[in-house]
C-alpha cells in the first residue's frame, strides 16, 4: 500500500514532520513533530504543533501514533502536547534506555528520572510491527546517529528520521555519545536492502551547494545510486574514515541542550519546583 504523506517544513530546525494517513481511512500517524523554542529566552511556541494539528482537524483524520525516529538532538518534540489535543500512542525505539541512562548521568538527573523508558507509550524492538488503520508499518533498528535510531517502513515508505539525508547532502554525524560510524554504515545497508521504489523521507535538509529548494523525499535506488557518503557502492573502511574525520569539524546542535533532556522524557519538561517553575540545566564541559 502507498500511505498518503502531508510534510511540515520547520525551518528554523531545517526538521521535517510528516503526517502518515492510510489512503483507504481516515487513521494517520505523525512523525517527529516539533516544538518550537526560543533558546535565548526561554520561551515555548506551538505553532508548528498546531500547523499538524489544524490540518489533521481539517481533514478529519484520526490519530493513531505519534512516532520518534530518536531522541533528536536539534528540536524538541510536540508529542505530548499534540496528544492531548488530538490522541495518538507516543512511540520510540526500546534503546531509549540506554539514551536515558547516558544523559540521565551528563544532567545528573537523580535517581527520580526514571531510565526504562516508561515515559513513553511504546517502545518498539527490531522487527515489530504495527497498524495505522489498513496500513501495516515494520520497525528498523538502524543506530549509529543514536544507539536508539529507528526506521519506519509503512508500506511503500521508509521514514529513517537522521539516518540518510538526501542523496546530495548524504549521510547523519556519529560523534553523539552512543553513536558510532561504522554502526551507521551497517544500519544504512539495511535502509538499501529494502526494494528500490521504495521512497525515502528524510528527517532533515540543509540544501547541498548547488541546490535551490528544501526537499525531503528520495528513493532506495536514488540513495544507492548517488549518496555522497554511500552511494555506488562506497565501502565501510572508506565511510568510516570520511565521517568520523568530518564529525570532527561539526559544532554542537544550537538546541542539543534542551532538546535532550526534553525529549528523553517524551517531550515532557523536566519536573516544575515546588513555585511551579520549570527549568532546564547546562552541564558544563560534559558535550
Known amino acids: 500500500m502507498e500511505p498518503q504523506v502531508k510534510a511540515f517544513f520547520d525551518d528554523a530546525t531545517n526538521t521535517i514532520s510528516y503526517v502518515v494517513r492510510d489512503p483507504a481511512g481516515s487513521a494517520c500517524a505523525i512523525i517527529d513533530s516539533v516544538l518550537d523554542f526560543d533558546y535565548a529566552s526561554g520561551r515555548t511556541d506551538t505553532r508548528s504543533a498546531d500547523e499538524i494539528i489544524e490540518y489533521v482537524q481539517s481533514e478529519g483524520l484520526e490519530v493513531q501514533w505519534l512516532l520518534e525516529s530518536h531522541v533528536h538532538a536539534d528540536h524538541l518534540s510536540a508529542a505530548p502536547y499534540i496528544q492531548e489535543r488530538v490522541g495518538g500512542k507516543i512511540g520510540i525505539g526500546d534503546r531509549i534506555r540506554i539514551v536515558q541512562d547516558t544523559f540521565g548521568k551528563v544532567f545528573n538527573e537523580g535517581t527520580e528520572f526514571q531510565r526504562d523508558g516508561s515515559q513513553f507509550d511504546k517502545l518498539f524492538q527490531e522487527g515489530d510491527s504495527f497498524h ?23 508500506g511503500d515508505a521508509a521514514f529513517v528520521g537522521d539516518t540518510l539525508f538526501m542523496p546530495d547532502f548524504g549521510t547523519a554525524r556519529c560523534d553523539f555519545p552512543g553513536g558510532s560510524s561504522e554502526t551507521l554504515y551497517n544500519s544504512i545497508q539495511k535502509i538499501l536492502a529494502l526494494p528500490d521504489e521504495t521512497r525515502i523521507f528524510v528527517g532533515h535538509d540543509y540544501k547541498a551547494p548547488g541546490r535551490d529548494d528544501y526537499a525531503w523525499e528520495t528513493t532506495v535506488g536514488e540513495q544507492k545510486a548517488r549518496n555522497i557518503h554511500v552511494g555506488n557502492g562506497r565501502d565501510k573502511d572508506g565511510f568510516v574514515k570520511m565521517r568520523d574525520e568530518r564529525d570532527a569539524t561539526l559544532a554542537m546542535p544550537k538546541l542539543i541542550i534542551p532538546s535532550l533532556q526534553v525529549n528523553m522524557r517524551a517531550g515532557q519538561m523536566p519536573p516544575a519546583d515546588d513555585q511551579g517553575d520549570v527549568f532546564l540545566k547546562v552541564p558544563v564541559n560534559k558535550l
Do not use: E, F, S
Open 132 to 154: 495505522i488503520g489498513q496500513l501495516r508499518g515494520d520497525v528498523l533498528h538502524t543506530p549509529g546517529h543514536t544507539p536508539a535510531c529507528l526506521t519506519y517502513v509503512i
